[in-house]
């Protein structure tokens, strides 16, 4: 199973940016799609982004197309959200992880934005 830290989280003015990173270890995670999730309180997590193992698939909620950017280095067994654009909408938990996340339900603690209007 692929353990995950997400980290890059912070306070920021709507119209600002900020870039997420999330490390993995596991030896299968250059195998495997992975995805940015996030939940706002009250809400349901949903899907953000995601990749595909050579970062030629990349997906992106509608919500987040022409701001949000992923990428992923299979060498650092890391994969990133660079956030332009933030919104006070945006404003959540992100998390990694792979995409379909894993029947075990595993995540891990996520990284808090709060973008500010």
């Known amino acids: 199973q692929v353990q995950l830290v997400e980290s890059g989280g912070g306070l920021v003015q709507a119209g600002g940016s900020l870039r997420l990173s999330c490390g993995a270890s596991?030896?299968?995670?250059?195998?495997?799609?992975m995805g940015w999730f996030r939940q706002a309180p009250g809400k349901e997590r949903e899907v953000v982004a995601a990749?595909?193992?050579?970062?030629?698939?990349?997906y992106y909620a509608d919500f987040v197309k022409g701001r949000f950017s992923i990428s992923r280095d299979n060498a650092k067994s890391t994969v990133y959200l660079q956030m332009n654009s933030l919104l006070p909408e945006d404003t959540a938990v992100y998390y990694c992880?792979?995409?379909?996340?894993?029947?075990?339900?595993?995540w891990g603690q996520g990284t808090q934005v709060t973008v500010s209007s």
């Open positions: 992880n792979t995409n379909p996340p894993p029947t075990s339900d595993y």
């Open positions: 596991g030896r299968t995670f250059r195998s495997k799609v």
């Open positions: 990749i595909g193992p050579s970062s030629v698939y990349k």
